[in-house]
């Protein structure tokens, strides 16, 4: 293996063996030996319109052919104006501000100073600290870190990090129990009421967490949620990174609960897995806590590659797609699928399935089940990436027919050797 280059969330001394891609088109990815894959997971859920999309790669070049980059210090550009105002056109109403920037760790950087600084600049500097979901996961950047719950991505780590309080999500999952919803609002409002003086801000991956195991919960806690943030001066933030452009079945995940968080992040599908960019908005309330005659007041934060033309530019193109092509209905349709497959689906190694939108999960007992899968999923021609005990599939909406049924029989047969 070539190791001058680091990879991710790898331990490198083991010379885990990598699958080098020469092509990849739609939803297949064709490796240096002629297989070909395909691929359930979208790039880490990015890929949503598969690969080599013609009208992506005309409106990245379109755009390359006038300028490929322009610098926000001083200067606009057309594609992040235009970009800027379609994300606040379709987003949750009230979210009429929007700050570019390069991944979805550095959004969620973003709306954390934000918040914190929202609250500097009202005179409440006391106001630092953030409560988030347990099983949190909200990026790698250190910020990202404090508001994260999951030690695989901490360990090294934990002795600098200021963490801030933690909750839980109803059990029960979508459909949860009034005395499961009650039981979680209770936790919240108890941290709230006692730190309320202190906290920023409650920032949550609404209905699904997605590195914390796909974890789905009751969109009635989060309308909940935000009222009670009301109540207690919290401002609330969805980091919407994995969740946003569909993945649940919502464009946005925040619709299932019908609220318009203080805060939105974006990331992963923003840009159809072109170009690595995010965007981070707010309300007019926490947009003008930053205006002043003074930069102390401003937000003083510029991501390079901020509002990167090529970047918004396929952004624009992918949204069009999105809308024309009637995306939502597609994932309806995979959804459908995989509840036709796996609701009634049961095994004795198997803790749960979860389906929603274009996801499907399947928890094992334990992370033995899942030892191996790696390659016999590349044997069956897929390519799936479970990790710790949970195997799961989060394919491009334009997948078809045949290979979604592909993908779902290579699940199955999965479990059926372990009878």
């Given at each position: 293996m070539n190791n001058k280059v680091w990879y991710p969330y790898s331990q490198m001394q083991l010379n885990e063996s990598r699958y080098k891609v020469v092509h990849a088109e739609k939803e297949y990815i064709t490796l240096d030996n002629?297989?070909?894959?395909?691929?359930?997971?979208?790039?880490?859920?990015?890929?949503?319109?598969?690969?080599?999309?013609?009208?992506?790669?005309?409106?990245?070049?379109?755009?390359?052919?006038?300028?490929?980059?322009?610098?926000?210090?001083?200067?606009?550009?057309?594609?992040?104006?235009?970009?800027?105002?379609?994300?606040?056109?379709?987003?949750?109403?009230?979210?009429?501000?929007?700050?570019?920037?390069?991944?979805?760790?550095?959004?969620?950087?973003?709306?954390?100073?934000?918040?914190?600084?929202?609250?500097?600049?009202?005179?409440?500097?006391?106001?630092c600290k953030f409560v988030s979901l347990k099983k949190a996961y909200h990026g790698d950047t250190f910020k990202a870190m404090e508001v994260g719950d999951d030690s695989d991505y901490q360990n090294s780590y934990n002795h600098?990090?200021?963490?801030?309080?933690?909750?839980?999500?109803?059990?029960?999952?979508?459909?949860?129990?009034?005395?499961?919803?009650?039981?979680?609002?209770?936790?919240?409002?108890?941290?709230?009421?006692?730190?309320?003086?202190?906290?920023?801000?409650?920032?949550?991956?609404?209905?699904?967490?997605?590195?914390?195991?796909?974890?789905?919960?009751?969109p009635e806690y989060l309308t909940e949620a935000k009222k009670m943030c009301s109540d207690f001066n919290v401002l609330f933030i969805a980091d919407e990174v994995a969740t946003g452009f569909g993945r649940t079945g919502k464009l946005f995940a925040c619709e299932h609960a019908g609220i318009t968080p203080d805060i939105l992040i974006l990331g992963k599908a923003l840009t159809a897995g072109y170009i690595g960019h995010a965007a981070t908005l707010s309300?007019?309330?926490?947009?003008?806590?930053?205006?002043?005659?003074?930069?102390?007041e401003a937000f003083m934060h510029g991501p390079t590659f901020m509002g990167n033309p090529l970047a918004c530019a396929v952004g624009l193109k992918s949204y069009e797609i999105f809308e024309r092509e009637d995306y939502l209905n597609k994932i309806k349709h995979i959804e459908t699928q995989f509840k036709v497959a796996f609701s009634d689906y049961q095994h004795e190694e198997i803790y749960e399935i979860r389906i929603l939108g274009?996801?499907?999960?399947?928890?094992?007992?334990?992370?033995?089940?899942?030892?191996?899968?790696?390659?016999?999923?590349?044997?069956?021609?897929?390519?799936?990436?479970?990790?710790?005990?949970?195997i799961y599939a989060t394919p491009p909406y334009t997948i078809s027919e045949k290979s979604l049924q592909s993908l779902i029989l290579g699940l199955i047969e999965w479990f059926e050797m372990k009878k």
């Open positions: 002629g297989q070909r894959l395909i691929d359930g997971v979208s790039s880490w859920w990015a890929a949503i319109h598969g690969y080599n999309h013609l009208e992506l790669n005309e409106a990245l070049s379109n755009q390359a052919n006038k300028f490929a980059h322009i610098m926000l210090g001083g200067l606009t550009h057309k594609p992040a104006e235009s970009f800027a105002e379609k994300l606040v056109q379709i987003t949750p109403k009230g979210l009429n501000h929007v700050f570019f920037s390069d991944s979805g760790s550095v959004a969620v950087e973003v709306a954390l100073k934000m918040a914190i600084q929202y609250w500097s600049n009202k005179g409440k500097k006391a106001k600098i990090l200021n963490k801030g309080f933690y909750t839980s999500i109803p059990k029960g999952g979508f459909n949860c129990t009034k005395e499961e919803l009650q039981e979680a609002l209770l936790e919240l409002e108890s941290i709230l009421k006692a730190h309320a003086n202190e906290i920023a801000g409650f920032i949550v991956e609404p209905i699904m967490q997605g590195a914390g195991g796909f974890q789905i919960y009751s309300t007019d309330i926490v947009y003008d806590a930053f205006l002043g005659s003074t930069y102390e274009c996801m499907v999960v399947i928890e094992t007992k334990s992370e033995k089940t899942v030892k191996g899968f790696k390659p016999y999923a590349i044997k069956k021609g897929l390519w799936l990436r479970p990790f710790g005990k949970y």
